[in-house]
C-alpha cells in the first residue's frame, strides 16, 4: 500500500553535503566531462614529464596539484559560502513527499515542487537525489532515512509520480 505522506527533517554535515556535491556528478550527462577536464589535466603534467624526462620543478607540481584539486576546492568555497551567507542553505531543512509533489521547508521559508517538473529520482548508496533541474538536485542521506524507518516509503512514492532508479 502507498503511503499518503512520507516526512524527514534533516541537516546535513559539511562533509555530506561536500561528499553529495560530487557524487551527483555521475548523474549530470555532458557536464560530467567538464568536472573531468582539469583532473585530466593534471595527469597530462605528470606523463608528459615522464615520457619526457624532465623534472616537474615547483610550476609543474602546482599546475599538476591544481588539476587534481580544482573542482573539490571550488565545491568547498561554494558550499562554505552558501552556508555563511545564505539563510535559505542553512538546515535543518524538511521534506515531505506526498501525491502533490516534494514539500521544502526550512526556518526561513517553504516551498512545493509538484511531480510534472521533477525530472528524475536517483539513489546511490549514500543519497537519494531529487532532481529539478538537468545539473540542480536536493539530497537526501540515506542514512537519515533509514534511522527514522522512512527509506521504504519513500521509495514507493518515488516510484509511482517519478522516475525513479
Do not use: C
Not at 62 to 80: D, K, M, R, Y
Amino acid at each position: 500500500m502507498l503511503p499518503n505522506k512520507v516526512s524527514v527533517t534533516v541537516s546535513p554535515s559539511f562533509w555530506e553535503t561536500f561528499l553529495a556535491a560530487h557524487t551527483m556528478i555521475r548523474f549530470l550527462g555532458a557536464l560530467m566531462i567538464v568536472h573531468a577536464v582539469f583532473p585530466l589535466a593534471g595527469v597530462s603534467v605528470l606523463v608528459l614529464s615522464y615520457v619526457f624526462g624532465a623534472p616537474l620543478g615547483p610550476g609543474g607540481v602546482f599546475a599538476a596539484f591544481s588539476g587534481f584539486l580544482f573542482t573539490p576546492l571550488v565545491t568547498v568555497v561554494g558550499i562554505w559560502s552558501a552556508r555563511r551567507a545564505n539563510k535559505l542553505a542553512q538546515g535543518p531543512f524538511t521534506y515531505s513527499f506526498d501525491s502533490e509533489g516534494m514539500h521544502t521547508s526550512g526556518a526561513t521559508f517553504e516551498q512545493t515542487i509538484k511531480w510534472p517538473p521533477i525530472r528524475r529520482v536517483r539513489q546511490t548508496e549514500r543519497f537519494i537525489f531529487i532532481f529539478i533541474s538537468p545539473s540542480r538536485a536536493q539530497f537526501i542521506p540515506v542514512k537519515s532515512l533509514i534511522e527514522r524507518g522512512a527509506l521504504d516509503d519513500l521509495r514507493a512514492i518515488f516510484r509511482q509520480y517519478s522516475d525513479f532508479r
